[in-house]
């Protein structure tokens, strides 16, 4: 099942009542800690419309990139704003062409509420509505632009915006503001959607989902949709000739993203780390492992280097003798690092 998560707005966007929250930082982690979270299901593949944190693409781009990738479902996430600070609540909506939808709404939107309300207290569920306008035509047709330009493909069976609480209500937005309420909405959105749709959970608890190759497939199609290198997964896999594989085979897909502070890290290449001063980096690959530092910045936003996804290597540890000497505070591309999974 293909899915597209958007991300309203763009990195600075909508200040929330509490300095340095921005409603276009806060959904963009929310979306990629859901799009973890929902990879842990077989067979499910998540877009994101913002790559970047700093990406702003137009409505019109985010709502139809769900239908050319030929998403089943597509989500697009935000705070909500109102004059009134005492404004609060989760609202979902949905589109007016979609009616049959309004039942996973609720059901995303009831999980939100229940989730938000073990900490904020006050929160509700204002409504799972559609909104709409005139289409010039004589008829209607969605109000939102992401809405409305989704349904216009016919593969895009869902299609809903979900406002997470208000960012200028002081309680939702300092909820908002935690990462750890972050992971929690992701989890409980994930299983609502999971549940749904009957999608099963894989051996993601080993920091791998699986994919079922499908007629047409290749190794570079299948490490495209998971933003990865078929170079990954032919290793990850045992696979020999990238070029042979066959209809049905399991690929595990490596979940880089679980990457986090404290974990053991292998690097695979010099070529996306970007070590302090320049230089040449091969022995430091051949001969040790890395401690994960930070997978953040201060604000909790995720670290990019030249578009690269990155986490910050910290002490360094002998891969021959397994002893502990010097830090390197160097970032690495996560697409670069393999995680050491710990021996049980
Ligand atoms: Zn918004």
Redesign the pocket.
Known sequence: MIITLDP??GQFK?PGVLPGYY?GTRVFMLAYALKRELEKYRDTTVYVTREKLEDDPSLAARGSMAGKRGSRLFISL???AASNPEAHGVSVFYSVRRKDSKKLGRLLGEAVVAEMKKKTDITYLRGVMTRTQDDGHGGIEDYYGVIRNSVKYPEVEYSFIIEHGFHTNPTECGYMFRDESLECIARVEAEVIASYFGLEKTGAEDGYTEYTVAPGDTLISIARRYGTTYRVLAEYNGIKDPDLIYDGQIIRIPLYAEISVGDTVRIKSDKNTYYPGGKSFSAWVKNYDYAVKKTADSRGGAVYRNGDRCVLLGERIDRRTGEHGGSIDSWASVDYVTKIRPEK
Do not use: M
Request: overall charge negative; proline content about 0%; charged content about 15%.
């Open positions: 309203g707005h909508n409603e935000h705070t909500n």
